[in-house]
């Protein structure tokens, strides 16, 4: 009977733990733009570095000044809605996940949280909305390696 308790409470207390995704490539989902288009997210992206905004409100994630630092910087802001919200036309990109892509694990443990990806689709950094400011800083720093390595991919 004790080693039951044991191993159950270590099998709760490591399905709790949230996986990692940075140092992943970041998956391909089909996404839906407001008028109902569907493409590929990579179509929007292209050979940027970008801040993904995975929320259900992603427009009222960030602040002006933070857009314009992102823009200053070279890295594409896009908003994504898991599939079942609808994108909304904002003044940054909205496309919602109609492919429900991230809607499993590990990316569903990251709904209400912004993700760094470089230009070759890799996850630099991620942070929780309540810590953008921690993310932009970091996109700060490699905002010279993303714009070299979208110079070389064009």
Same mark, same amino acid.
């Given at each position: 009977p004790i080693?039951?308790?044991?191993?159950?409470?270590?099998?709760?207390?490591?399905?709790?733990?949230?996986?990692?995704?940075?140092?992943t490539?970041f998956?391909?989902?089909?996404?839906?733009?407001?008028?109902?288009?569907?493409? &590929?997210l990579?179509?929007?992206i292209?050979?940027?570095?970008?801040v993904?905004l995975? @929320?259900?409100?992603?427009d009222?994630l960030?602040?002006e000044?933070q857009?314009?630092?992102l823009? @200053?910087?070279?890295?594409?802001?896009?908003?994504?809605t898991?599939?079942w919200?609808k994108?909304? +036309? @904002?003044?940054?990109a909205?496309?919602?996940?109609?492919?429900?892509? $991230?809607?499993? /694990?590990? =990316?569903?443990d =990251? &709904? +209400?949280?912004?993700? $760094? &990806?470089?230009? +070759?689709? =890799?996850?630099?950094?991620?942070a929780?909305?309540n810590?953008?400011?921690?993310?932009?800083?970091?996109a700060e720093?490699?905002s010279?390696?993303?714009e /070299? @390595?979208?110079?070389?991919?064009?």
């Amino acid at each position: 009977p004790i080693i039951t308790t044991l191993l159950v409470v270590a099998a709760v207390s490591t399905a709790s733990r949230k996986t990692t995704i940075v140092g992943t490539l970041f998956p391909q989902p089909v996404v839906e733009w407001s008028d109902g288009e569907t493409v &590929l997210l990579d179509s929007i992206i292209k050979n940027q570095g970008a801040v993904i905004l995975f @929320s259900e409100f992603p427009d009222k994630l960030l602040c002006e000044v933070q857009h314009a630092k992102l823009a @200053s910087i070279g890295i594409r802001l896009i908003g994504i809605t898991p599939e079942w919200n609808k994108a909304v +036309d @904002s003044e940054i990109a909205i496309v919602r996940d109609v492919s429900r892509l $991230l809607s499993s /694990r590990p =990316y569903s443990d =990251y &709904l +209400d949280h912004a993700i $760094l &990806l470089r230009p +070759d689709k =890799y996850v630099a950094a991620t942070a929780p909305v309540n810590k953008i400011a921690d993310l932009l800083e970091i996109a700060e720093q490699f905002s010279p390696l993303m714009e /070299r @390595s979208a110079t070389v991919n064009n």
